[in-house]
């Protein structure tokens, strides 16, 4: 969908929705040669709970911390979520009941204590936060991180025994770029790679010493292998 597209369907605006991509909160999936921005059904996701977690008081970068979580699952977020809205009802509910007593109170109808004014009103730190950091916050993102770090690097290592074993093959071979396109999965499993990206990234994986050296340990000869089953790939798919 086109930015205009979210901003009719979403009731947020098109500026919004910029700012977001801006600050990196909301990227598009997509963004075409003329500029255009294009968000996918996973971005879609993505505002959906930017707008429940604004609603709930939550900042942008607060926000922006727990969806780049690790240790973040969409799923439990709703539930989360849907809990303290919940409790967020009640409060609205105590409230309202304290605005017509009020009401009341000022049509000489009821009597009022000074604390019973202030009935629902609560000022202090977001309560919902907490229960947030708990779930996804540094403690929870370390241990996450941990148990990811070691499973992405036993996942590297696999594939880079596999490429190994491939690399005296052809670079456009079916064996080879299907080892090459687990390895691009792999890559935006941990970050964020184009196509291009990972063409550049192959093509470091040779200039760079470092790169090579940690790569050939291997197997003599894979970090060229495997720079050009990248750009094979990243050409393959640009062409389909």
């Known amino acids: 969908m086109k930015v205009k ?35 996918s059904n996973e971005n879609l996701a993505d505002l959906q709970q930017i707008l429940f977690f604004r609603e709930l ?22 539930e989360l979520q849907r809990n303290m809205l919940l409790q967020k009802k009640t409060q609205l509910e105590v409230m309202l009941h304290t605005i017509d007593r009020t009401i009341q109170s000022e049509k000489g109808e009821d009597m009022m204590t000074n604390e019973e004014k202030f009935k629902g009103f609560d000022f202090r730190k977001n309560p919902y936060e907490e229960e947030a950091k708990a779930r996804w916050g540094e403690k929870k993102v370390e241990q996450t991180n941990r148990k990811f770090g070691e499973e992405m690097q036993n996942e590297m290592n696999r594939i880079y ?3 190994a074993e491939l ?14 396109e687990e390895w691009f999965i792999l890559l935006n499993r941990m970050g964020s790679y184009s196509l291009d990206a990972f063409r550049g990234l192959g093509d470091m994986y040779v200039a760079d010493e470092r790169f ?6 291997f197997g003599e000869g894979l970090a060229e292998f495997m720079r050009d089953a990248m750009s094979v790939y990243a050409d393959q798919q640009n062409r389909g």
């Open 5 to 39: 597209e979210v901003a009719e369907m979403t009731g947020v605006s098109i500026r919004t929705l910029h700012h977001y991509d801006d600050i990196g909160l909301l990227i598009p999936d997509e963004v075409t040669e003329a500029g255009y921005r294009l968000y």
């Open 57 to 78: 008081g939550f900042s942008l970068k607060q926000i922006k911390e727990l969806l780049q979580s690790p240790a973040f699952e969409r799923v439990e977020a709703l």
């Open 161 to 163: 025994f596999k490429l």
């Open 167 to 180: 690399r005296h093959q052809k670079a456009d071979s079916i064996e080879a770029q299907a080892a090459i």
């Open 212 to 217: 090579k050296q940690n790569i050939d340990q």
